[in-house]
């Protein structure tokens, strides 16, 4: 199988920075699009940036400008660095990523990671 480990979060002041990873182990042959996606309580998991694997980027546009996705191919990692933190950036940070197995062809399969929390407050 495969498995998303992501780094662990922290509490930053808000203008503040921090950068998150989150690496992919396991079964893999390669790994498509990797995401990042947040959460806040009573709100729904919205996506906050895609990485794919040619190194193009999508961000939402409550982040752009202020985070920056990246990736390491060859660790199967995703990095997100986050800059001028607000305090509505306070969610619990998922990873995911669609990967493809090994020895299943070009069936990609939905992973996520376990969840960081990043809290923004002074």
């Known amino acids: 199988q495969v498995q998303l480990v992501e780094s662990v979060g922290a509490l930053v002041q808000p203008g503040g920075s921090l950068r998150l990873s989150c690496a992919a182990s396991g079964s893999i042959f390669s790994i498509n699009d990797m995401a990042w996606y947040r959460q806040s309580p009573g709100k729904q998991r919205d996506m906050v940036a895609v990485?794919?694997?040619?190194?193009?980027?999508n961000y939402a546009d409550s982040v752009k400008g202020r985070f920056t996705s990246s990736r390491d191919n060859a660790k199967n990692t995703v990095y997100l660095q986050m800059n001028s933190l607000k305090t509505e950036d306070t969610a619990v940070y998922y990873c995911?990523?669609?990967?493809?197995?090994?020895?299943?062809?070009?069936?990609?399969?939905?992973?996520w990671g376990q969840g960081t929390q990043v809290t923004v407050s002074s």
């Open positions: 995911n990523a669609k990967v493809v197995r090994l020895g299943e062809g070009l069936r990609w399969y939905a992973y």
């Open positions: 990485i794919n694997n040619s190194g193009s980027t």
